[in-house]
């Protein structure tokens, strides 16, 4: 048996660090440590409601706007606030494009090069590569001369020797199967990516004023002003570019990123069988409108038991610290609901540099929440597993296509490639939605209605003297829940359950293992000192570790880091 350490693991957001040991080839037992402490929390003690969402915003660079929402719907749960139709639309709308730019940021930029060897890409014949293009999409580029400067860019690129993004990595990997062409195919539309995604996010320029922190969320509506003779408001110019980047963004998902994921997939369909994970899938519902309802349902998955879906109660929701580096205020091992919670820390690991953390004991910064006392996975697996299974028309449809072309049945989606396919496939679903929830704006706007804001409680005279809420949000990485206590207009207490905490768990005081460290049970390691399998499965989820962990000292400590012993 040998024992593998990743540490960083890279291409995320965050520090997140993987001890493996590997038995006959397969890692036989995992633990997934959050290397950092955030502690916001403890910063929004005592500050205004109003303004959490600006602060909470900050546990991450990648992930404000979802935790603006999440803090905002808080807020309002709390005070008992209505929110006008025009922002929920608004909202939606923002929400929409965030997912579908991450959602393909992840993809190429992220996690393909775990599938893709950009070297092979090289020896690639830029005919072949148009003709194999061609037969999966109508894309413009799928021509032979634009598949050779790409070949050509790349080979100037790797000729410089400064590889940015495309060092360090495990090019030659038995573990790839693509054909060269394909390899190329994806390197071009990896670097088509990163042009059309700078583009579409401007939405969120519009709407919020600036991406990232979006500045115009306001507990109560937006602060977007409609006005269709105003330039400095929301007019039918700006509506009509937000209409051309939605189309933009629907048709590069539709004709880049599903052709190219099924295309890698074909190839990978051994990952069907690899990476399951806890076999638990919960998730939030999203996309509500001013009744209310949701366009996506929420609910929860038990023991891959696809029959059925079971009703979320946000109130079942605790955070266990038994291997996490802070103090047990519940005691004995138990967990406690967010409203209860705390974040006081207590590192009581190993002094960096270290070789091993000491996993019988605390060995993570990360929490342990569950669902009835169950690891969750959340994230576009569980999005799409719950919408699938309460008759989701439009995810159904695509789901039902997906599995159609790769030849397999649901039973794959339980899998690290089954996790990356639902990524495209939520994604998908999303992207074209969106257009419908702007065509609705518009046609409010038609009819008079500029409301964008509720007021009638802005004022905290208004408040009771206490009060308590849960907002929700179905984030790109997945489950997002923020909880606040409000006690004399203050802020008494305040805990965010993000996506990665769900997933990057370590072991509760069960011993029950977080989704990773689940997932990895089992996986192929063709090459210890080469660890690529361990990335991919890790990937699949899309860690965002500084949402996820609640600083370091980090003198002396190696960076990048990867050991077999």
Not at 114 to 140: E, N
Not at 180 to 197: D, R
Not at 327 to 339: E, I, S, T
């Amino acid at each position: 048996m040998s024992k593998i350490v990743v540490d960083p693991i890279t291409r995320i957001e965050g520090h997140l660090r993987v001890e493996a040991e590997v038995s006959g080839g397969r890692i036989s037992n995992a633990w997934v440590s959050g290397t950092m402490f955030r502690g916001i929390e403890k910063i929004l003690k005592d500050r205004d409601p109003r303004d959490a969402w600006y602060w909470t915003q900050r546990f991450c660079g990648v992930c404000t706007t979802v935790h603006s929402i999440a803090s905002i719907r808080a807020v309002e749960d709390a005070l008992k606030i209505p929110v006008p139709p025009n922002a929920q639309l608004i909202r939606n709308i923002i929400i929409a494009i965030q997912n579908t730019q991450d959602h393909v940021i992840h993809f190429y930029h992220l996690h393909a090069l775990d599938w893709v060897d950009i070297t092979s890409g090289l020896k690639a014949d830029p005919v072949k590569t148009a003709q194999l293009a061609a037969s999966i999409s109508d894309w413009p580029n799928n021509s032979p001369t634009y598949f050779k400067s790409v070949q050509d860019k790349v080979k100037a690129f790797v000729g410089s020797g400064r590889l940015g993004p495309f060092a360090n990595a495990y090019w030659g990997h038995p573990a790839y199967k693509l054909p060269p062409e394909a390899n190329l195919m994806a390197t071009a539309h990896y670097l088509e990516a990163l042009e059309w995604q700078k583009d579409i996010i401007k939405i969120h320029a519009i709407l919020g004023s600036k991406n990232p922190h979006p500045q115009t969320f306001l507990v109560g509506g937006m602060s977007i002003p409609i006005d269709p003779d105003s330039q400095n408001a929301l007019n039918a110019d700006k509506l009509i570019e937000i209409k051309r980047l939605l189309h933009k963004a629907q048709e590069f998902v539709e004709k880049v990123y599903i052709p190219d994921l099924l295309a890698v997939a074909s190839f990978y369909k051994d990952w069907a069988a690899i990476g399951a994970g806890v076999g638990n899938y919960m998730c939030y519902p999203e996309f509500p409108d001013a009744a209310g309802n949701t366009w996506l349902p929420g609910g929860a998955i038990l023991n891959r038991d696809i029959s059925k879906v079971v009703p979320l109660d946000q109130k079942k929701i605790t955070e266990h610290v038994e291997h996490s580096w802070y103090q047990d205020a519940g005691g004995d091992g138990k967990g406690l609901h967010p409203w209860e919670g705390s974040t006081e820390p207590n590192y009581t690991g190993p002094k960096p540099p270290y070789q091993y953390l000491d996993t019988d004991k605390k060995y993570s910064w990360v929490k342990a929440p569950r669902y009835e006392e169950k690891p969750m996975e959340v994230g576009p697996l569980s999005r799409v597993l719950v919408a699938y299974v309460s008759g989701h028309k439009e995810t159904k449809a695509a789901v039902d296509m997906v599995l159609k072309k790769l030849g397999v049945g649901p039973e794959a989606l339980f899998s690290t490639l089954g996790r990356t396919g639902a990524r495209g496939i939520d994604c998908l679903v999303i992207a074209q939605q969106a257009p419908k929830w702007l065509d609705e704006l518009i046609g409010n706007i038609a009819k008079g209605d500029l409301r964008i804001h509720s007021n009638e409680k802005w004022d905290p005279a208004t408040w009771p003297a206490e009060a308590h809420g849960y907002g929700w949000h179905e984030a790109p990485r997945g489950g997002l829940g923020h909880w606040i206590k409000i006690k004399d207009q203050k802020i008494l207490n305040y805990q965010a359950v993000v996506p990665s905490t769900w997933n990057a768990s370590p072991r509760d005081a069960k011993g029950q293992a977080g989704p990773y460290e689940a997932a990895l049970l089992g996986t192929p390691v063709a090459d210890p000192e080469k660890p690529l399998e361990i990335l991919r499965t890790i990937h699949s989820f899309d860690p965002c570790l500084a949402c996820a962990v609640h600083v370091l000292d980090a003198t002396g400590r190696e960076m990048v880091r990867v050991k077999a012993s």
